[in-house]
């Protein structure tokens, strides 16, 4: 399955929650995605917050909290986030790091 497949599948659960009614209690705009995608993001250091110890399937449920959101964003604003990806990685390459 690829990022486009990944996105639908995505707004297809979003659309069976109606969150994408006018009226939902959870309006998916691009604010309200972007503070729910920090508070995910957030819940991951939860699992390293006193030691390195982690359970996997807790990181792994959290770790695709961040990416359904970070999806989310990106389709409902317009960007085509494999295109942005490339091309940061692009950019990236371009940079002088220290090592």
Do not use: C
Request: proline share 2%.
């Amino acid at each position: 399955m690829d990022i486009t497949e990944l996105t639908e599948k995505m707004h297809d659960f979003v659309r069976s929650k109606g969150w994408y009614e006018a009226k939902s209690r959870r309006p998916q705009t691009p604010r309200n995605l972007s503070i729910s995608l920090a508070l995910e993001a957030a819940e991951i250091l939860e699992h390293f917050q006193w030691n390195e110890d982690f359970d996997k399937d807790d990181l792994a449920e959290e770790l695709a909290d961040v990416a359904l959101y970070l999806l989310q964003l990106a389709s409902i604003s317009g960007i085509d986030l494999e295109e942005a990806i490339l091309k940061k990685l692009e950019i990236n390459a371009k940079r002088e790091w220290d090592t």
